[in-house]
């Protein structure tokens, strides 16, 4: 990735390390191994940084290089209200213009066995809600919705790394998104959604209060 290294090459990459589970909250990012990585010099890694702090994925510490963020609980709560709120659009961008390849696409995250086949769940679960947000069609939706989905990773490992529901569960869930889709109805499959999502929201503003009830 030397040539033409850019700072969007550098921010999908931690994002994409983000989304995997290979990054810790509060994980130092030292520039000059991000740079090594990506065979880069280290000033597209400082600005690809630099924008992840304005997205809120990362902070700047004075002495202390640059971190996964340790969000406060009105931050987590407000990145997850427009979350759900972005999905729920995203799903019903991708209902104006189905097509039986697009449900494929799709669907064909939503099927547990493919964890055996080289997947993780995280990255299952986080490939399927990108999947959704790239089928919108939306460019803009899909590129916040990713940075998000980034920043809601970080919370759920730092607050939420269990669930309730076991896999097949939650696959189910995303399932049934896709089928209200084929059948049309995108007012419910926006509604299955902001449901599936707002179970983990739950789990994970219950688990942070729990450890910080002040």
Known sequence: ?????????VRNHIVRRILEGALSPGQRLPEDHIAAALECSRTPVREGLR???????????????????????????????????LECMAVRKVGEHLTPLIACRI????????IAGGHEFPDLDARFHLRIAEESGNA??????????????????????STSKDIAEICAEHAAVVEALEQADEE??????????????SEVIGEAKRRDPS
């Open 51 to 85: 924008r992840l702090e304005r997205d809120g994925v990362v902070v700047f510490v004075p002495g202390g290089g640059v971190r996964l963020a340790a969000p406060t609980l009105q931050e987590m709560i407000d990145a997850y209200e427009v979350r759900t709120d």
């Open 188 to 201: 419910g499959a926006a509604a299955l959604m902001r449901r599936h999502l707002e179970f983990g929201v």
């Open 1 to 9: 990735m030397a040539a033409g290294t850019s700072t969007d090459q």
């Open 107 to 114: 669907r064909e995250l939503t099927d547990p066995s493919a």
């Open 140 to 161: 803009a939706l899909r590129d916040t919705l990713e940075l998000l989905l980034a920043r809601t990773t970080v919370y759920r490992l730092l607050f939420g790394g």
